[in-house]
């Protein structure tokens, strides 16, 4: 593997003495490492010895002037390639969650582009508490990445979760991240989530759509090092690390977002359910049925939206441009039609119509429709796992031209 740049977070937990052997250990992979500790880390080991190890000064200070000096906080979060924590406590896992910045660690944390990877350690009851188990499921769904902890003997004298995973298995994770940065450069522009349009001050007409895969799509894209801009509708999902995030509610409004990043993108991912109509007429007021008489019906009329897809297409370029389907019968048909019709390179169909892919839940299972008539039946996979197969395609597609 070629040499990358890896920035260990080191905080406050008996697990810390170990930090020094995976500093060792990174390094004999041919890594650069550079060491940052939290206030309470150097109780629990010495900064001299990281720094005998990395062979560079270690950081511990927002504010000494002197180390800031040497490359400032900023200047480190950019320097990563990967941030390892380990040990993470559940102090330093629950700042993460909630995004404060109060020394040197955690503001790195925040202002990082870079991959994360988190090493929990701590007694056993700290681990299972409700509080650490919801700051995990934050970090998760940001698309921090986690390894351990193990179970165990624990220093604390309990016995079970808690123990930080071995140095070598933590390299090797670490590794496992640093997947080449096939997408460094490309700008890729998703979107994601379901749009409503609004009928009144409260009511709209919008889909069942959870924007979880155009999520998926993004964070995968960062993941292989792209800047990414994720244009979201309704969806009440976290941000994935490292991707620039524009919301929007109405279909107009998402037009607008997207042909605004439209020229400095390379590829583009529409994977949101675009409202393909709106009402004619929006009420600012809520409408109060008393307005009406008792089983008296109402017409709502609707107007269709710009086609924002076959927009994009038309003018695309040298740019990639891929659309999804979600069909609920004649699948393969249905998204052979709809490719001809907006002249993308690829459509993504799904069936809908069935319970254990598709809409709100976290699989997909999906077909590449291809305009030389190729067809690719996926498995049901991970919505993570088939964003992995679809940038594998596009890079092959991009390599290709
Ligand atoms: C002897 C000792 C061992 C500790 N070990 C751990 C640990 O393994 N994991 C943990 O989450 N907290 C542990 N703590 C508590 C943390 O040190 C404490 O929450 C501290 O505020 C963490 O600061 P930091 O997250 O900024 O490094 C320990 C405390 C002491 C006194």
């Known amino acids: 593997m070629e040499p990358r740049r890896i920035l260990l977070a080191i ?26 500790l939290t206030p309470e880390a150097e109780r629990f080991v010495s900064g001299l010895s990281l720094q005998a190890v990395s062979g560079e000064s270690v950081r511990r200070d927002l504010f000494d002037a002197g180390e800031e000096g ?29 995004g404060l910045a109060d020394d040197l660690v ?15 350690a701590m007694n056993v009851n700290m681990w299972s508490h409700p509080a650490t188990q919801a700051n ?8 921090i990445s986690r390894i351990g902890p193990d179970a165990g003997e624990l220093a604390c004298g309990w016995e079970g979760l808690g123990r930080m995973s071995d140095p070598a298995v933590i390299a090797e994770a670490a590794a496992n991240q640093l997947v080449p940065s096939s997408l460094a450069g490309p700008r890729v522009l998703v979107t994601a989530g379901g749009t409503a349009e609004p009928i009144d001050a409260v009511r709209s007409v919008t889909n069942r759509s959870s924007g979880k895969m155009g999520f998926a799509i993004a964070a995968e894209a960062a993941h292989r090092g792209a800047q990414v801009t994720l244009v979201a509708g309704i969806t009440g999902l976290p941000t994935p690390h490292g991707v620039d995030r524009i919301d929007v509610s109405t279909a107009l409004q998402m037009r607008d977002a997207v042909l605004a ?27 109060k049925k008393e307005q009406m008489a008792e089983g008296e019906s109402m017409t709502l009329e609707l107007v ?40 993308c390179d690829l459509i993504v169909a799904n069936d809908i ?35 992995a197969q679809l940038f594998d395609r596009i890079e092959k597609l991009r390599e290709g031209r």
Request: net charge neutral; glycine share 6%.
């Open 136 to 143: 995990l499921e934050i970090l998760r769904a940001r698309g």
């Open 261 to 287: 990043s439209f020229d400095d993108s390379t590829i583009v991912v529409k994977a949101a359910a675009v409202a393909d109509f709106r009402p004619v007429n929006t009420s600012d007021r809520k409408i």
């Open 70 to 98: 040497e490359i400032d906080h900023i200047g480190l979060a950019d320097w990563a390639e990967l941030v390892v924590v380990a040990p993470a406590t559940a102090n330093l896992l629950a700042k993460m969650a909630h």
């Open 11 to 36: 905080s406050g937990g008996i697990a810390a003495y170990k930090a020094p052997e995976l500093v060792r250990t990174l390094r004999r992979a041919g890594h650069e490492v550079r060491c940052m």
């Open 304 to 343: 269709q939206n710009p086609d924002i897809l076959q927009e994009i297409s038309a003018k695309k370029g040298e740019r990639t441009v891929v659309g999804f389907a979600a069909e609920s019968h004649e699948v393969v048909a249905a998204a052979q039609r709809k490719l001809a019709r907006k002249g």
């Open 353 to 387: 119509s069935r319970t254990d892919a598709g809409f709100e839940v976290d699989e997909n299972a999906v077909l590449f429709v291809w305009p030389n008539g190729e067809v690719e039946e996926l498995p049901l996979l991970p919505k993570a796992g088939v964003a």
């Open 106 to 120: 955690t503001a790195v944390l925040l202002a990082t582009r870079a991959p994360i990877l988190v090493a929990p």
